[in-house]
């Protein structure tokens, strides 16, 4: 299916969509030296992430997420090498994704802060434009939050110096509500900035939780839902609606994680063009 080119800016994809694809995983931890050795999580796989930028831009897809644990190499060789193949592709590497940490643990966060601050200048040489961090794992409570936004106020700091923006998701128990998201936004008063994402919230108030986040997110990790039936329409179109009507008006960022389809780019693209025909009907009205 050929996307609109008004619509091209509205799509990104991130590499856990293809974490079969990719195969292997290296969980860099804050524990840890910024190395580690490759582990077959997923399989062989099929292809490496420098494949990504290329087989992005022949789907017409031209924005990228990268997980951290992704990343076969953290040296400034691979990294520069990466960063040219995504730009010889066309395709902007708009997200790097630090999957470790916590932020809200008065034991490790100091450890996991400076960990976390260490992904700024990769971030930035593989010229991503942000740089996500899971705010904290604790309970929401008060002394929990505001010990995650002291560290995030320096950490802000340090990837604004890099040229990058931070970034927070609705993920993890410390932004369980829209109560914890927002509180944590205003403290920071525009220093970081959100990531939303649609499958991080369940239950009976799942939509109206995200409608209270969403006018203010940034980008959006748009995860479709799949059941032994496929993908369920109704509950994806509802969660990009209610992100128009809050005023999202970001890249949707395409997650795909379901044994649906053997071949991930079938549902990664199914969700494309679920999204785009929900965009231009809505367009339309």
């Not at 490496?48 to 897809?61: F, N």
């Not at 505001?146 to 609705?170: D, Q, S």
Request: with cysteine; net charge negative; charged share 25%.
């Amino acid at each position: 299916m050929t996307i609109a080119a008004d619509l091209t800016h509205r799509f990104a994809v991130s590499t856990w969509s293809l974490h079969r694809a990719l195969g292997g995983t290296y969980p860099y931890r804050p524990s840890d030296s910024m190395s580690c050795a490759r582990q077959p999580t997923y399989g062989a796989g099929s292809i490496e992430l420098i494949d990504l930028p290329q087989q992005c831009a022949e789907r017409g897809i031209f924005r990228l997420e990268i997980c951290s644990f992704h990343l076969p190499s953290l040296l400034p060789g691979y990294v520069v090498r990466f960063r040219d193949a995504a730009e010889e592709a066309g395709v902007t590497v708009q997200t790097l994704l630090i999957e470790d940490g916590d932020l809200s643990d008065p034991e490790t966060a100091p450890r996991d802060a400076k960990w976390m601050a260490g992904w700024a200048d990769i971030a930035a040489s593989l010229g991503a434009e942000n740089m996500r961090v899971i705010a904290g794992k604790a309970l929401p409570t008060d002394a929990a939050l505001t010990m995650a936004e002291g560290y995030l106020r320096k950490l802000a700091e340090i990837t604004t110096a890099a040229g990058v923006r931070l970034l927070i998701e609705n993920w993890f128990d410390l932004l369980a509500g829209p109560a914890e998201v927002n509180r944590v936004l205003d403290a920071l008063e525009g220093r970081v900035g959100l990531n939303g994402d649609f499958g991080n919230w369940q239950g009976a108030g799942k939509y109206e939780d995200l409608a209270k986040i969403m006018g203010r997110a940034e980008l959006c990790h748009a995860k479709g839902h799949y059941s032994t039936a496929g993908l369920d329409e109704e509950d994806y179109v509802r969660c990009v609606l209610l992100s128009e009507a809050a005023g999202y008006r970001g890249p949707f960022t395409l997650i795909y994680d379901s044994p649906y389809y053997e071949d991930e780019w079938t549902g990664i693209l199914e969700e494309r063009a679920c999204i785009a025909d929900a965009l231009r009907q809505a367009a339309t009205n």
